[in-house]
């Protein structure tokens, strides 16, 4: 069997962690199997559904690179196949023609609740339609005996009996499919093996799995996962992290981490934490995928999103800080940030950190200084600046000596590095906290480490 798995989205506003974890693991496991994984837009719903959601779903997919092996299916375009669909079922005698007034199935419904029993239609067994032209919705007959039974991949055999089983809508009075017709139909026509989605739906693939019977369909495997939680255990929300891709994107976070950490979350393999989308699609067999909520960690994403950092060329990294910074930058810059950069991602865990701690090597000479870094330069610090700048203009130390000689001068003037490091970083970076003062002054070399010093102290 080739295996197809698709994830369908409904356009109702951002795409927020739990979906683009669907996505992944439908991804994963298709990838794994060498087969098919496709994009359907479930847009039905045009009173919640908007082109602004829409984009905003595919933005995200997109920067994630999950975006689908094949055209993207927009749900609304194929009403008609699904009317087409519940009058075959009609036909079949599979499904009825329901002609209850509003009233009147309020009474039902009531009755329903009080005596435990399922909805059904007196229309159910009637072949009698009203002489006059009268509303109507398109029910499925459901069993009344026996029990329904799926054999999920992550919740292994669950059933529901039959009694408990309303006679579902199909079509609406107005003659628009209700979501359970359109997801059946849709999956069908777009031939998927495997139903990959989150336990919230578990409910829905009962109803659904009578309506492939009634239209003598095979059923697709069934994989309901569970949804994620924060780290106290509640219902993920926006204090957790439940917040759309271009949220994370914003935050400077990488596609490559969010994927990675995404992957994670309810399902494991063995003790590994980190590893790419490659790996992760020769592991993923929809196996060891937890039953219990995953739980959302804002901290352990920021880990993961480090060591991603730190595994991009500098190069690529010093051009995502370029773009950030509206896409220009000294050719000498790009060289700072290049030599330097193992030293930042040492301590930034997303872009944005990245790009606020190299922030001072874009500056057109002294750069501007914090608060903090403005307290360090005293008069008595100038001074200490001043005989820098001297030992500078005076040395022709190559950068391989210059640690060696820097220490030695220090030595000789009764000087302490703390003594000139603070105040010699404060005037270079304009902050109090950077890499390695010595790493800083070979990067920027002895002209540029001069001008700076020359600006602050005049």
């Known amino acids: 069997m080739s295996v197809v798995t698709r994830f369908a989205p409904s356009p109702t506003g951002f795409l927020h962690i739990g979906g683009a974890r669907t996505a992944l693991f439908n991804y994963l496991f298709a990838a794994h199997h060498g087969g098919r994984y496709l994009l359907r837009i479930e847009d039905t719903d045009k009173k919640r559904s908007t082109p602004e959601a829409i984009e905003a779903i595919h933005d995200g997919l997109n920067w994630l690179g999950l975006s689908g092996d094949e055209d993207v299916i927009l749900q609304s375009e194929r009403v008609d196949r699904h009317r087409a669909v519940a009058e075959e079922l009609l036909a079949a005698g599979t499904a009825y023609k329901c002609f209850l007034s509003d009233e009147e199935l309020a009474d039902i419904r009531a009755d329903a609740r009080e005596s435990g029993k399922p909805l059904r239609s007196p229309w159910r067994d009637r072949s009698d339609p009203p002489s006059v032209q ?34 579902l809508v199909l079509l609406r009075s107005d003659g628009t499919p209700t979501y359970m017709l359109a997801v059946v139909v849709d999956d069908y026509d777009m031939g998927i093996t495997h139903v990959i989605r989150g336990d919230d739906h578990l409910n829905n693939a009962f109803r659904q799995y009578h309506i492939y019977q009634g239209a003598g369909w095979p059923v697709p495997i069934f994989c309901h996962i569970p949804l994620i939680h924060g780290p106290d255990g509640a219902k993920l929300s926006k204090r957790h992290g439940a917040l759309g891709m271009d949220a994370y994107r914003d935050m400077g976070f990488l596609p490559e981490a969010i994927g990675n950490y995404l992957s994670r979350l309810g ?88 790009n606020e701690m190299t922030s001072w090597l874009f500056s057109n000479g002294a750069p501007v200084l914090n608060e903090d870094a403005a307290a360090l330069l005293t008069d008595e610090a100038k001074h200490t600046l001043q005989k820098v700048a001297q030992f500078l203009s005076t ?14 001068w220090m030595t000789v003037e009764g000087l302490k590095m703390r003594d000139v490091g603070l105040p010699l970083r404060a005037a270079l970076t304009g902050t109090k906290t950077a890499p390695s003062i010595l790493d800083i002054v070979r990067a920027l070399g002895t002209d540029e480490t001069l001008n700076r010093i020359n600006q602050i102290c005049t």
């Open 267 to 354: 399902w494991s393999h063995g003790d590994d934490e980190l590893f790419s989308r490659e790996q992760a699609a020769s592991w993923f067999d929809g196996q060891h995928i937890g039953k219990a909520p995953a739980r959302f960690d804002m901290d352990k994403l920021k880990a993961v999103n480090q060591y991603w950092l730190r595994k991009m060329p500098v190069d690529e990294l010093a051009e995502k800080l370029i773009v950030m910074r509206g896409g220009v930058a000294a050719a000498q810059s790009r060289e700072w940030l290049e030599e330097l950069m193992p030293l930042f991602t040492e301590r930034a865990q997303t872009l944005v950190e990245l």
């Open 395 to 408: 040395s022709a130390t190559n950068k391989a000596e210059f640690d060696t000689a820097f220490k030695d």
């Open 134 to 167: 009268a509303a109507y919705v398109v029910r499925l007959k459901m069993p009344d005996e026996g029990a329904t039974n799926i054999q999920d991949m992550v919740q292994g055999n669950v059933f529901v009996h039959n009694s408990s089983l309303d006679d």
